[in-house]
T-cell receptor, first 109, second 113 residues
Framework: GQSLEQPSEVTAVEGAIVQINCTYQTSGFYGLSWYQQHDGGAPTFLSYNALDGLEETGRFSSFLSRSDSYGYLLLQELQMKDSASYFCAVRDRGQNFVFGPGTRLSVLP | ETGVTQSPTHLIKTRGQQVTLRCSSQSGHNTVSWYQQALGQGPQFIFQYYREEENGRGNFPPRFSGLQFPNYSSELNVNALELDDSALYLC????????????FGEGSRLTVL
């Protein structure tokens, strides 16, 4: 079977750093993506890791360890607008993605 | 560059009815995927179309079917609607040559009564 695990909720204050972890078990693996979704909105792409290591995009970074079937999303200098749900998604073949259950991030003033 | 658009945005149906949801993919994208997202959960993969053919399917029954047209737009059809089909249906387009990024539309929220 295929499964991804993420913490259900994370709370942090403005300006802080938060890490959202994702572990996965899938039949195939081509890469790990992260998406942000605000309430009532569409998921929007944040990052994609096909190889082990850290990818940095502005305030957001994503890490992948294929040997550990593990990745994380690191959000720095948190802002109120970062309050949203964050999903990891494994690309298991072609352009097929299996999404995790999501982590709801609340940023407090 | 035109983004992914979906229609209708909201609709209400009753059990047993049929529904068709539509999606126009982003310019230059030849692959369309459909996802079902229940409230508070992650998107669940329904199926994907590439060059007008189904190219992968998730764990959904045959009453979920789809089409892709030559202009890469797509339809999702659901027959014999059940209460559990109530969800947000998301369409995502992508390029086969892309790095694995999906571009999502705003979704169609279906309520089955």
């Amino acid at each position: 079977g295929q499964s991804l695990e993420q913490p259900s909720e994370v709370t942090a204050v403005e300006g802080a750093i938060v890490q959202i972890n994702c572990t996965y078990q899938t039949s195939g693996f081509y890469g790990l993506s992260w998406y942000q979704q605000h309430d009532g909105g569409a998921p929007t792409f944040l990052s994609y890791n096909a190889l082990d290591g850290l990818e940095e995009t502005g305030r957001f970074s994503s890490f992948l360890s294929r040997s550990d079937s593990y990745g994380y999303l690191l959000l720095q200098e948190l802002q109120m607008k970062d309050s949203a749900s964050y999903f990891c998604a494994v690309r298991d073949r072609g352009q097929n993605f299996v999404f995790g259950p999501g982590t709801r991030l609340s940023v407090l003033p | 560059e035109t983004g992914v658009t979906q229609s209708p945005t909201h609709l209400i149906k009753t059990r047993g009815q049929q529904v068709t949801l539509r999606c126009s993919s982003q310019s230059g994208h030849n692959t369309v995927s459909w996802y079902q997202q229940a409230l508070g959960q992650g998107p669940q993969f329904i199926f994907q179309y590439y060059r007008e053919e189904e190219n992968g399917r998730g764990n959904f029954p045959p009453r979920f079917s789809g089409l892709q047209f030559p202009n890469y737009s797509s339809e999702l059809n659901v027959n014999a609607l059940e209460l559990d089909d109530s969800a947000l249906y998301l369409c995502a387009s992508s390029s086969r040559q892309g790095p694995g990024e999906l571009f999502f539309g705003e979704g169609s929220r279906l309520t089955v009564l």
